[in-house]
């Protein structure tokens, strides 16, 4: 493959030199391990920055050893050595330089196992076969295989297709990070709120995904004014089969920008309660006091009434409703249900209360009045202020009666045969024994 003498000075020369840069390059990055580590730490409370030292890290090696190699093969020219070895070399540590860009970026936005998945049977198998076909000189010719060209498809080739799935993937990650340096660092701190801070971040993520995807398409090769033809396909599709989708996708906007609710609120919809999760374009999620995710499309919440527990504020009031009988004392009543109120979640401001709420029919009805300033505890607070309120009405000895009702049965009405003298009861009692 190559035509020179192995065993020539420049040759030897250029092995050794290789050499020392590999070996630079490779302990580079436990010689700068600890600073980025470091670094590292100190950025770990910065969402949209704590991963870029380890970026820059797993990068470094390739880096280095690409501006080594430049660097040796212009020192060898200015003496006029040979350069085979090292002009060979650059676009291996280009190689290199992708495969642990794609490695980290995965690992750092995916669990572990799932990040070995993608190493071992996605990333490492195609840098094998990329190397391969280098070494062999075939990666120019697998590049430009598949030229295609006519007005809407303009040469494209499987190097236009890489490089603009390259581009696209770079703007997937940079729309992560502006939307977490967004979401979690700028937009907070100068005010804005949880609602439209998400709505903003969302907005601009979904902004540079667009752009990344026109510039993913320029660079395959694709003409743009072709996208006008598939709109209107879109648009046709809309008709038929995504309004739904489209009508989430718009009011998952709506409630962004409205900020009826946020992330975090506890809200009651369709007779579900639960904390507010994540705002999506297309759903909702709310997690219920029971601990299970729902997802609720967004067109629901413009369509249906749907309760904000939390907007303003986290301070909720909860009703107990209680029964007693009509013997007890309403006063001593009073007594018993605001002395089981002295709960360690219920508030002290506003003050627990009692209503006389009706005269029933089994029973007086009262119903205790308390605040608490955690909506997902009301279930599990109902319940214990009910242990509370058996136990106080106990001892006093205040009953808590079940329905009654009394039957009176009405006498002297004659059957429509028979013995005018004779009462219906007796005459059913009478047929009985006999």
């Known amino acids: 493959m190559f035509d020179f003498n192995l065993f020539s000075l420049t040759t030897l020369g250029q092995l050794i030199t290789l050499a020392l840069i ?13 600073i980025f580590m470091a670094l590292e730490m100190r950025l770990r409370h910065v969402p ?8 820059t890290l797993s990068v470094l090696p390739p880096l280095l050893g690409w501006w080594l190699t430049w660097l040796a093969i212009n020192t060898f020219e200015t003496f006029d050595w040979t350069t085979i070895l090292l002009s060979w070399v650059p676009p291996l540590f280009t190689l290199w330089f992708f495969y642990r860009l794609a490695d980290t970026l995965i690992r750092v936005n995916s669990r572990a196992a799932q990040a070995q998945v993608w190493r071992k049977k996605v990333l490492l198998p195609i840098a094998i076969f990329a190397a391969f ?12 295989l598949g030229s295609l060209a006519d007005e809407n498809l303009q040469n494209i080739t499987v190097g236009t297709v890489l490089a603009g799935l390259a581009i696209i993937a770079f703007f997937i990650f940079l729309s992560r990070v502006v939307f977490r340096f967004l979401e979690e660092g700028f937009l907070p701190e100068v005010g804005f709120e949880p609602g ?3 709505a903003v971040s969302t907005l601009m993520a979904y902004v540079i995904l667009i752009v990344g995807a026109v510039a993913g398409l320029a660079v395959t090769g694709v003409n743009l004014t072709t996208l006008t033809v598939i709109a209107g396909g879109l648009s046709i599709g809309l008709g038929f089969g995504l309004q739904q989708i489209v009508s989430n996708f718009v009011s998952g906007f709506i409630l962004m920008f409205d900020r009826s609710i946020s992330p975090g609120d506890v809200i009651e919809i369709s ?5 507010v ?3 999506g374009i297309r759903s909702i999620i709310i997690k219920t006091a029971t601990n299970r995710e729902v997802i609720i499309p967004n067109s629901h919440f413009l369509s249906d009434m749907m309760t ?27 007594q018993a249900l605001l002395e089981a109120a002295q709960h ?18 089994s029973s007086l009805d009262f119903a205790l009045l308390v605040w608490i300033n955690d909506p997902m505890r009301i279930p599990a607070l109902t319940s214990d202020l009910r242990y509370r309120i058996w136990d106080s009405l106990k001892r006093r000895n205040i009953e808590i009666p079940f329905p009654q009702r009394d039957l009176h049965i009405r006498s002297g009405i004659m059957w429509p045969s028979g013995n005018a003298n004779s009462h219906p009861v007796e005459e059913n009692l009478n047929q009985g024994q006999e």
């Open 344 to 361: 360690p979640q219920v508030l002290e401001e506003p003050v627990p209360s009692v209503q006389f709420r009706d005269f029933g029919d």
């Open 277 to 279: 999760q994540n705002i």
């Open 22 to 34: 590999f070996a630079i390059a490779w302990i580079s990055q436990f010689i700068l391990g600890r």
């Open 48 to 55: 949209w920055a704590r991963h870029l030292p380890a970026i």
């Open 271 to 275: 007779d579900t309660v639960g904390a």
């Open 133 to 144: 076909l280098y070494g062999f000189g075939l990666l120019d010719d697998f590049l430009n």
């Open 308 to 334: 904000n527990l939390t907007r303003t504020d986290r301070i909720v009031r909860v009703d107990i409703k209680v029964g007693v009988s009509y013997d007890a004392d309403p006063l001593e009543v009073e």
């Open 196 to 198: 439209l801070t998400h």
